[in-house]
């Protein structure tokens, strides 16, 4: 009698599958057993989340390995449907970086189905909207297939059809990437343009530097770049870009004047959102950002307007890292310091949270589980340097909590290693509210100790002391192996003894095959972690599961 009990009356733990399951589940990289998601999932969360920094348990190299895997089913099955995504992805800034889509998008071109590869042809402008696109995708797909005529016109288009003027700017602000430059791919390509037109004359240019002529009037912005190149002192250049604002950019000032001052407050005025934030810290160190000066607060308007935002596709997580680069002071890369303005500071704050999609109100009751376990704090977040996924979990967590009217938040982890208990599991209150500040959010986490992970605690912590949850939310790298209950019947068992249909929502922070989430279960949703997008989701998911 008791070991029949033991096999049906007592519930599996997460190192075992699920009783009667067993054929739906896969163990994850920790050892656990959970439910595979769809290829489509794993697609979306390559797209957002990246693969090239890998995770606590797999290298970048397999686990990229395995998400191109699964982005060429979904190729063989839809492709149209694919490159759409692709589009919608990154069109909507719904990720911190475009290569991956660059990276599928040239998949789509070399291994698709002549639908396929006609729509991942139409779908290059969209995805590769500037000069340095262009050449990592050109890059992706010259490793991936030959350079038969449909590629090659897909790629001269890109040329031929855009704006003179914008085109101009392209090639001259990223002239070259990844050993290829925009001379190659011409060259390559061979795209045609009409005699005499001021395309020609550009793309010849372009393709014989040295001795095409360069009509200041045709050409006026080549003309303006070739003085900016040749200008013998900090003062001429700063010259040159002041009269030629709309024309010039940083990156093609020559590297002797880019520590000038001059030069940089030529450069403040009309320089990029996207690039601005990447240069608080030299305009910073120059002493042209300090505090209560004009440029400040000119520069604090330009990083809180949200139209801006939007329209430059800045996303969160970048303003997250440099935020977190900026407030620090110093240099991940090098020995450079600065003193950081707290105007700057407060500005990247606001920034950060009116980069999401405008946040729809939470009415239901919310119990946000933040993993803090051992694999969070190792796995980096889309690559990003100074950002893990614990920290950036933390950082979502503040962005709900300003959408949830009525919520708890609390970190999980075990004191489980191996088969050895060294402690309690540990649910730690996280002091994150509505009105903390990003560093803040981040902070609460830096400090906790880590351990295994059981994602399971969340709901077993609401039973245990009575809290009525409508949701569960949970930010997670799905890698749960150390609980005595899997996740998915924890909610269950938290349903039948409190008699609140409960949903559980699954933010996944790396791009892994797996989810703690039943896709049996209309309960259960999985999310893409800091996807742009994903808040709002799940306002629609709890608010129609409430109805």
């Avoid at 439910?35 to 989340?49: A, K, Q, S, Y």
């Avoid at 002797?256 to 240069?279: F, I, S």
């Avoid at 949270?353 to 119990?367: A, K, Q």
């Amino acid at each position: 009698m008791q070991v029949l009990k033991s096999v049906y009356g007592v519930p599996a733990p997460q190192s075992e599958p699920i009783i009667g399951r067993e054929a739906e589940m896969v163990r994850n990289a920790a050892g656990g057993y959970v439910f595979p998601v769809t290829d489509w999932t794993r697609f979306e969360r390559f797209l957002i989340l990246g693969t090239n920094a890998g995770t606590y348990y797999a290298s970048a190299r397999a686990l990229t390995t395995d998400n191109a895997a699964a982005v060429r089913r979904c190729l063989d099955a839809d492709g149209p449907r694919a490159v759409q995504a692709l589009v919608d992805i990154s069109t909507h800034g719904r990720a911190p970086r475009n290569d991956p889509a660059l990276f599928a998008l040239a998949m789509a071109a070399s291994f698709g189905d002549a639908e396929t590869r006609r729509a991942a042809g139409a779908a290059l402008p969209q995805i590769a909207r500037t000069g340095t696109h262009l050449l990592h995708f050109v890059s992706f797909v010259n490793d991936m297939r030959g350079w038969g005529r449909s590629l090659k016109r897909a790629v001269g288009r890109w040329y031929t059809d855009q704006d003179i003027d914008r085109l101009t700017y392209q090639v001259l602000k990223y002239r070259q990437r990844n050993g290829w430059s925009h001379r190659d791919v011409l060259r390559l390509t061979h795209p045609k343009s009409a005699a005499g037109s001021r395309l020609n004359d550009l793309l010849q240019w372009v393709t014989h530097p040295d001795t095409a002529e360069v009509d200041a009037e045709r050409l006026p912005r080549v003309a303006a770049f070739r003085r900016l190149q040749d200008a013998d002192t900090p003062a001429e250049a700063a010259d040159l870009l002041r009269t030629h604002a709309r024309v010039l950019s940083r990156e093609m000032v020559p590297t002797a004047h880019l520590g000038d001052k001059a030069v940089w407050h030529a450069l403040l005025p009309h320089l990029p959102l996207t690039a601005l934030v990447r240069n608080l810290p030299a305009l910073t160190r120059l002493d042209i950002l300090r505090p209560l000066a004009d440029e400040t607060r000119a520069v604090t308007e330009r990083l809180t307007d949200s139209e801006l935002l939007r329209k430059a596709r800045v996303h969160p997580l970048a303003l997250l890292v440099a935020l977190r680069t900026y407030a620090e002071g110093r240099s991940q890369r090098g020995s450079s310091t600065w003193k950081p303005v707290p105007e700057i500071v407060d500005a990247l704050e606001r920034a950060c949270v009116l980069t999401f999609d405008d946040l729809e109100p939470i009415r239901e009751r919310v119990y946000l589980g933040v993993d803090v376990s051992g694999s969070m704090g190792w796995s980096q977040v889309a690559g990003l340097s100074n950002v893990t996924a614990r920290e950036a979990a933390a950082a979502m967590a503040m962005v709900i909590a300003r959408q949830a009217e009525r919520h708890v938040i609390k970190g999980f982890s075990t004191g489980r290693t191996g088969d050895t208990w060294y402690g309690d599991s540990e649910m730690h209150a996280l002091p994150i509210t509505r009105s903390s500040t990003l560093r803040e959010a981040v902070q609460v986490t830096s400090d906790l100790p880590f351990g295994a992970t059981d994602c399971s605690l969340p709901m077993l912590d609401a039973l245990e002391h009575g809290i009525e949850a409508d949701a569960f939310i949970v930010l997670t790298d799905n890698e749960t192996w150390a609980g005595e209950v899997h996740p998915s019947e924890a909610l269950r068992r938290y349903r039948r003894k409190t008699g609140i249909p409960a949903k559980l929502v699954v933010a996944a922070m790396t791009a892994t095959e797996c989810s703690i989430a039943d896709p049996e279960d209309a309960g259960m949703l999985d999310v893409v972690g800091f996807d742009t997008a994903a808040p709002n989701v799940i306002q629609d998911f709890l608010g129609r599961a409430a109805g």
